[in-house]
């Protein structure tokens, strides 16, 4: 059998890719975003900043294809196995909760809100990022599987995402500032069982 050689040229692309990711993310957990050179992220990754150039303008373009790798990572980590007796939806709302719990512990994520905030900020306020985009069409897709077998209040899929991802993206992001771990009324576990309780609400026929 001949090899395709398309599909063996893709994979070592990803592959580089990674390596090169994986040095951006060494770097960002050492000493963050705004410390982080070309050329830092060059000699961890074992190439020449030229290489790095052909592909990303500058470290932040490199970050946030980081982000994106690391953040479908975490959504797509956290989804159990569907459990077609149950239908869709209580897997998906367990995997929702998981991952918001996943991505808050994450240290990629940890490290930035401490050193580097302002670079959420975008993905906030003004557009959708890749990762946004990426999240966006699992949940659509996962949604209409609910539509499909009558476990999902049915509603236009998309809105439906975008209204969910909004209230994910609340808890993920600004969880911290409405939480007292001392009061065990008002600990993370104690909002993230409110979260399953909104999406319970919200999805339920």
Known sequence: ?????HNSSAQQKSSDNDVVLDAVRDCV????????????VARRAGVSRMTLYRRWPDVRSLV????????????????????????????LIDGLVAGVEAFRA???????VDVDPELLLPYVLDRRGASQEALLGLLAGALREGHA???VRVAPAERQARTVLLILQSFALSL???????????????FLAELRTVLERTLTP
């Open 106 to 112: 994450h240290p990629l994520f940890q490290k930035i």
């Open 29 to 40: 957990l050492a000493v963050g975003v705004r410390r982080t050179t070309m050329t830092d």
């Open 176 to 190: 911290r500032t409405m939480t007292d771990e001392d009061d065990a009324e008002l600990t993370s576990a104690a």
């Open 64 to 91: 946030g294809d980081l982000m994106t790798r690391e953040w479908i990572a975490v959504a797509t980590g956290a989804m159990p196995e569907s459990r077609p007796e149950v239908g869709t939806r209580p897997p």
């Open 149 to 151: 077998d009558g476990s």
């Open 1 to 5: 059998m001949t090899p395709n050689r």
